[in-house]
């Protein structure tokens, strides 16, 4: 079941405003709501990628800056 709207999109202002001091506890709600789903649901994919973007941000880089990939 996909996730509601008010959920995706409180999540993704989560991961949006995410930074060092917080970065954990914001992954670990997403890992927590990606849990729920399918492995074939669209909002699965969306969150493993703000995972990964999570882990960029853990790094200390900045996601979507030139050469701060992970």
Not at 2 to 13: F, G, T
Not at 17 to 45: H, I, P, T
């Amino acid at each position: 079941m996909p996730l509601e709207r008010a959920q995706k999109s409180e999540l993704r202002d989560k991961v949006s405003l995410a930074n060092k001091s917080n970065v954990d506890e914001v992954a670990a709600l997403v890992a927590q709501a990606r849990a729920g789903l399918a492995e074939d649901d669209k909002d699965y994919a969306r969150l493993t990628g703000w995972l990964d973007d999570l882990e960029v941000v853990k790094g200390g880089k900045v996601v979507g800056r030139f050469g701060d990939t992970a």
